[in-house]
């Protein structure tokens, strides 16, 4: 099939699907598909509340098309499938929207048609889960009548520079020929190329251990900084001195959240322990990220206590609530371990962030985050994300919104050295 007779259907239009429609929808016609009406009905007019496709990209998309209706997508011959593959409360995968839409695909494949799976699973998902249902529900049998892929996304949310054309995406595909097909059809919306890899599995693999290693790498800096606490020493020194050396990992301590890094090592847990193999370090390296909440609030505490500010019934400023920088998603932020040890401990925090939904954050973590800030207002302040807004403060506005003896902590080190109370 020629790239102009491609129909694509992209299944799930957040953070991952909706830059990869408005890519194809550049180019040929294109579905983009969302169970989420609100979400349709915002990208019709142009809006796209996750930041990452402005309003004059999604216009540029001419042949892109939104739609909640399944019936929509039946005339296409490929569809691309994008939705969350989050975690249960036991942190184990919850495959139920992957699950929910291969039925979907799976009642409205035509022979010919080609199904690739970009949500990050556990090697062995597309094959093992997906692929069956597909089968099942269309009647037709893989590598006869129709075909599958899996091509992990890299994208990152909030980045302006890396995007989805400037980064090289893996493919694979059901079989040889399937491969070749869906490399080349990522060739002509990827500028900076595709690498095919060996098989579906492989690129299920790559993609989970890419999170799993940075995980990992953070996990290691983590427990440094936690060690180099107990011995007094700055950990930022210690990495500015490390980092000359030509081999050092440049990686920073921090607060590990969102829906990537926190949550994909624990699909390829899960899969590691069906198998068989307990996989410490991967575990060790899940309960170190998990711990920094908590070690920061007993830190900061501990400096109020140096102080002398009583911390039960103290006011709390948190900056930045959003899992990361420069972006609005509040899923699985860390930095609510801050919050909920303060509440423990009787203070009363004020969340400022003016990327994320208020309302929202109302519904998911039950806060209130606050609107403006009053001066001489705050017992601690924490700065918890590097928002590009926060780095233009001046500390001494940022100070200006504290009590006497509050104390100023950086946890990502945006202040001037030395004019904070701690950091990371
Ligand atoms: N966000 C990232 O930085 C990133 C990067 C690489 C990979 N991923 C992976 O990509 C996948 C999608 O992540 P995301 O961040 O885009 O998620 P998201 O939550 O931003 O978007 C998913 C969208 O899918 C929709 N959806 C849910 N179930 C659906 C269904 N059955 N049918 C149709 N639509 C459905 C939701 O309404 C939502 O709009 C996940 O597996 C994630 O791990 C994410």
């Known amino acids: 099939m020629d790239f102009s007779e491609y129909k694509i259907g992209v299944v799930g239009l957040g953070y991952v699907g909706l830059p990869l429609a408005v890519a194809f929808g550049e180019k040929v016609e294109t579905f983009g598909f969302d169970i989420n009406s609100d979400r349709v009905a915002q990208l019709r007019k142009g809006v796209d509340l996750t930041n990452e496709v402005n309003f004059l990209e999604l216009k540029a998309a001419s042949r892109l098309r939104f739609t909640c209706e399944s019936e929509d997508l039946a005339k296409c011959n490929v569809y691309i499938i994008t939705v969350p593959t989050p975690i249960d409360e036991f942190k184990r995968p919850d495959l139920s929207p992957l699950v929910a839409a291969s039925k979907m695909i799976g009642k409205l494949l035509s022979p010919g048609d080609i199904v690739v799976y970009e949500s990050t699973v556990y090697p062995g998902a597309t094959e093992e889960e997906c692929i069956p249902i597909l089968e099942k529900e269309s009647r037709l049998s893989i590598n006869v009548d129709f075909y599958c892929g899996y091509s992990p996304e890299r994208i990152n949310p909030g980045d302006k520079e890396r995007r989805l054309k400037n980064i090289v995406k893996v493919t694979s595909g059901s079989n040889y020929e ?18 095919r890899a060996a098989s579906i599995r492989v690129a299920e693999a790559a993609k989970v251990i890419e999170n799993t290693q940075r995980d990992i790498n953070i996990a290691l800096i983590n427990e440094l900084a936690v060690l180099f606490d107990l011995l007094n020493i700055d950990t930022s020194d210690v990495l500015a001195a490390a980092n000359t050396k030509w081999n050092f990992l440049d990686f920073r301590p921090g607060l590990v959240g969102g829906h990537c890094i926190g949550v994909d090592p624990y699909y390829l847990t899960h899969k590691a322990q069906s198998v068989g193999h307990h996989p410490e370090v991967v575990l060790a390296g899940r309960r170190i990220n998990d711990s920094m909440g908590k070690f920061v609030a007993n830190k900061i505490v501990d400096l109020m206590i140096k102080k002398g500010v009583q911390v039960s019934n103290s006011r709390i400023l948190v900056m930045g609530f959003s899992f990361k920088e420069n972006c609005p998603d509040i899923r699985n932020t860390r930095v609510i371990d801050i919050v909920r040890e303060f509440e423990d401990k009787d203070a009363v925090v004020d969340i400022f962030d003016p990327y994320i939904d208020h309302e929202e954050a109302k519904i998911e973590y039950g806060v209130c985050p606050v609107k403006v ?18 780095r233009k403060i001046d500390i001494n506005d940022i100070r200006g919104l504290g009590r006497a003896n509050h104390v100023l902590f950086d946890i990502k080190n945006i202040l001037p050295q030395g004019q904070v109370d701690g950091r990371l």
């Open 178 to 195: 399937s491969s070749l097909v869906i490399d080349e059809m990522y060739k002509s919306i990827i500028a900076a190329g595709t690498f």
């Open 373 to 390: 800030l009053n001066s001489n207002a705050y017992d601690a302040i924490v700065v918890c994300v590097a928002h590009d807004e926060f």
